[in-house]
């Protein structure tokens, strides 16, 4: 009796303890639960999306591949690309291959039957009616942090004229473009560094001034470096953007295009020569389709494909003359 009444009273402990086990597992169950939906929710939150444009004055791609930047091979092959992107429209305007024609179509999405900035003259331009892609991406979405930093002054005065965020960091007129893109490229690393940019344009200028100087073309040894020397800031450019303390929650599109290309020493007068009319077209990151763009692409999409990545639709009252390209369908 005595030892069945010790082992009715041990059965019991042991049952005491089995229920508190199992209550100890259902609190351990509901603690993991509620961990793992916390992290679910976390990992559920999109990233912020971001733009990076990066625009390089009298670029070929040829040379591109023919120099040996490593920083531009890198996102070509990672990315997205098209080496056909045209830099002037197929409906007639009088636009020249010009940096004025060319950076108007490519900041505003209009061509110039639109802004009427036919060269480097922008007397009769009507880009007051052609707002920039930072007025447009405020516009809808006016707490976006648009910001771009110039060393061409015209683009500062004619295309980005009136937004705040469009700064001309130096005068590459005056002062001289190589010493511009050194300058232009602290600035960014300053504001990558302590701002929080959602759309950031970055001017390179200094390959069109070698292009007038040694020649637009693969083989010529000043024109390939300067195409090293822009990778080389573009390098310390990307090492800042994955600097950033919140890299992880955002979505960076980082974009590269040209204004024209050239040949011989110049690029006027290009509309039938194929390497000054040929630009080119890069996007890179997360939301970058990999490999070639088969669509056929022109710089008058690169606002559109600016806008749609920041998640603004394209207002079809804007009359924008290209559309979104080498995005992902999320994207679209
Ligand atoms: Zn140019």
Redesign the pocket.
């Known amino acids: 009796m005595h030892c069945d009444s010790r082992s009715r009273a041990q059965s019991k402990r042991w049952m005491d303890l089995g229920l508190t086990n199992r209550l100890l597992s259902a609190r351990l169950f509901c603690a993991l639960f509620v961990l793992l939906a916390a992290t679910a929710s976390a990992s559920a939150q999109p990233k912020q999306p971001k733009v990076l444009m990066i625009g390089i ?2 670029c070929r791609f040829d040379a591109i591949l023919y120099s040996q930047a490593k920083l531009l091979k890198k996102v070509i092959n990672e990315g997205g690309h098209t080496d056909k992107c045209d830099v002037l429209d197929n409906i007639p305007t009088k636009a020249d291959t ?3 024609a ?2 108007a179509t490519i900041l505003t999405g209009l061509w110039a039957d639109r802004h009427n900035v036919l060269g480097n003259d922008f007397k009769d331009s009507r880009l007051h009616e052609c707002p920039s892609v930072l007025h447009l991406a405020n516009k809808v979405k006016p707490k976006l942090e648009c910001i771009a930093l110039v060393t061409w002054p015209d683009i500062q005065e004619h295309i980005c004229k009136g937004h705040k965020g469009c700064r001309m960091v130096f005068d590459g007129d005056k002062k001289g473009y190589k010493e511009g893109d050194r300058v232009m490229t602290e600035v960014a690393l300053d504001v990558l560094k302590t701002k929080n940019p959602d759309l950031l344009f970055l001017y390179f ?1 200094h390959l ?1 001034s070698v292009g007038h100087g040694y020649g637009f073309h693969p083989k010529s040894p000043r024109y390939t470096n300067g195409i090293e020397d822009i990778d080389d800031h573009l390098i310390r450019i990307f090492k800042a953007l994955d600097a950033r303390p919140k890299r992880a929650g955002e979505d960076w599109l980082v974009m590269f295009f ?3 290309g050239g040949q011989g020493r110049g ?1 006027g007068g290009g509309r039938t020569v194929p390497e000054i009319r040929t630009g080119f077209l890069i996007v890179h990151g997360e939301a970058a389709v990999k490999g070639k763009i088969a669509d056929k692409v022109t710089n008058a999409d690169i606002v559109p494909t600016a806008l749609t990545h920041l998640g603004i639709a394209i207002d079809p009252a804007w009359r924008l003359e290209g559309r979104a390209v080498g995005l992902k369908k999320r994207d679209r």
């Open positions: 004055d009298g010009a940096s004025g060319g950076w200028g069109d040209t204004d024209h690029h």
